[in-house]
């Protein structure tokens, strides 16, 4: 499947929709609150005024009824030009007007004797109307009952408070307003940022994918998720590469490895068809059969690694004694070093359960054992009378006497180790050695696949463990350390 290469703009990106969608979410609930806000503000307002209202005309109530209505109308005519905003409309039973500031009964005020909002024209005291603006002024009023049929209407004009809450609702618009344009903005910087970093990723893939294993994914010092996506995938990378690498390798190899095997195979066969004497037929067939055998070892070796770089147990995990698997094993290989002439110390006695594949364990152990004894008396190719069974292409004039075989346990890990006084290894092939079918032997005349401490290492990362080797000065220690807690992947 080929890659989308098409670009995506800022404005049509997931980051800008987010921005977007949560600024729109933001300017309806900051709405919603700044209405109710408002609304209480002015409900507040409104009976704040009405409260003063109701005082002043029950003063004026009460005077009417001790000193009559002309008393109560000199009152407002004195109320009136001490307070301009303040409201006053007097009218006796018939409906005639004795004093105050309106001319008439607002209509709105008709049978709200709580009171209420009205409308009105301010008119001087001493009556006429004087408009102090083009539009009606808006106020707040009660009315309350005198003596005789007489009506009192008191009320407040609250133009100026409705001036200043219509400036706040309008400065409350203009912030909104520019709070969106300033998250817009934010979005698309956001997005352009997030955009940019993830078309790296993708010219990235798109090498990848083109064949460079090579490219990997740029990062910044953020440490930011990005950047956390970006390592992980380049470890992934990594990886992939490694295993990439590893298999060009194992299929250079395996032509290497077993052309000579299979050739050999076939020259016996061969061999043993033009033999016309059954023994020496018989013999050729058991060499054959042989070969046969070493390759068979080989391909299941290859086998038992790739499963268990696929993270592949052979069979279950179990409770095991490591300290008595480790003795078992180097007691079963003590007549081996003892016929190549090396002195094999098994471990310390002792006990140490931990959860393991005891076969994977115990195979890995007996692999570097055998290393040991196979590799670790080998000379420089003059001293072949010292040791007739060193094989050449190894350098060095030391030979093995013992190989020493320990477990050393602690609390976070076991580390089982093989040492012995030979030749030991380069620090330059230290690696190298554990990858699959790399032999230091030259010729290759001893038996073995290379594929040994490979398996080794997959042992050893399967249980969350690793595999190194050491310098024994002299001689070489490999060392397998696996954990003492169980590990997830197990």
């Known amino acids: 499947m080929a890659m989308r290469e098409e670009g995506r703009g800022p404005f049509s990106s997931s980051a800008f929709r987010i921005v977007a969608a949560a600024l729109a979410l933001l300017v309806v609930i900051a709405t919603a609150i700044a209405f109710v806000l408002?609304?209480?503000?002015?409900?507040?307002?409104?009976?704040?005024?009405?409260?003063?209202?109701?005082?002043?005309?029950?003063?004026?109530?009460?005077?009417?009824?001790?000193?009559?209505?002309?008393?109560?109308a000199q009152a407002v005519e004195q109320r009136m030009a001490v307070d301009l905003d303040r409201l006053y409309l007097l009218v006796d039973s018939s409906g005639t007007k004795r004093a105050g500031t309106l001319d008439h009964l607002p209509p709105e005020m008709q049978g709200k004797?709580?009171?209420?909002?009205f409308t009105y024209m301010r008119s001087t005291p001493g009556g006429g109307a004087r408009n102090v603006g083009s539009s009606p002024r808006r106020a707040v009023a009660v009315m309350v009952g005198l003596n005789n049929g007489a009506h009192l209407l008191v009320g407040q004009d609250i133009e100026t408070e409705q001036a200043t809450l219509s400036r706040m609702r309008f400065f409350a618009f203009i912030g909104m307003a520019a709070l969106a344009l300033v998250g817009l903005a934010g979005g698309y910087a956001v997005s352009r940022v997030v955009l940019g970093r993830l078309e790296a990723v993708n010219r990235t893939a798109a090498s990848i994918m083109a064949g460079d294993l090579s490219r990997r994914i740029p990062h910044s010092d953020a440490g930011d998720e990005i950047d956390a996506v970006a390592y992980n995938l380049n470890h992934m990378l990594d990886r992939i590469e490694q295993l990439m690498t590893g298999l060009r390798e194992v299929s250079d190899n395996i032509a290497h490895d077993l052309k000579t095997p299979l050739n050999r195979l076939r020259n016996r066969a061969e061999a043993a068809l033009r033999e016309k004497d059954t023994q020496a037929c018989r013999v050729g067939l058991e060499g054959t059969i042989e070969d046969a055998?070493?390759?068979?070892?080989?391909?299941?070796?290859?086998?038992?690694?790739?499963?268990?770089?696929?993270?592949?147990?052979?069979?279950?995990?179990?409770?095991?004694?490591?300290?008595?698997?480790?003795?078992?094993?180097?007691?079963?290989?003590?007549?081996?070093a003892e016929e190549a002439g090396l002195t094999l110390v098994a471990p310390t006695p002792g006990q140490h359960i931990v959860q393991v594949n005891r076969h994977l364990v115990g195979q890995a152990v007996a692999n570097l054992i055998d290393n040991a004894i196979k590799y670790g008396a080998v000379a420089r190719p003059d001293a072949a009378r010292v040791c007739s069974r060193c094989p050449d292409g190894i350098k060095s004039d030391r030979v093995a006497t013992r190989v020493e075989v320990n477990v050393a346990v602690d609390r976070q890990e076991i580390e089982i180790s093989v040492s012995d006084d030979g030749p030991g290894i380069s620090e330059e092939d230290?690696?190298?050695?554990?990858?699959?079918?790399?032999?230091?032997?030259?010729?290759?005349?001893?038996?073995?696949?290379?594929?040994?401490?490979?398996?080794?290492?997959?042992?050893?990362r399967l249980h969350g463990g690793a595999f190194r080797l050491e310098d024994n000065a002299p001689g070489l220690r490999a060392v397998l350390a696996l954990p003492v807690r169980p590990v997830a992947t197990l």
Do not use: C, M, W
């Open 38 to 72: 408002f609304r209480q503000s002015e409900a507040l307002l409104t009976s704040h005024v009405l409260g003063g209202l109701q005082s002043d005309a029950a003063v004026l109530a009460l005077r009417s009824r001790a000193e009559g209505l002309d008393e109560v």
């Open 293 to 336: 055998d070493e390759l068979i070892k080989t391909f299941n070796a290859l086998l038992l690694i790739a499963r268990l770089e696929a993270g592949a147990l052979e069979g279950e995990t179990e409770p095991v004694d490591i300290v008595q698997l480790v003795g078992d094993v180097a007691e079963l290989y003590e007549p081996v």
């Open 113 to 117: 004797a709580g009171g209420g909002v």
């Open 430 to 460: 230290r690696a190298r050695v554990l990858k699959r079918f790399v032999r230091l032997e030259q010729s290759r005349s001893r038996p073995g696949t290379g594929l040994g401490l490979s398996l080794v290492a997959a042992v050893a």
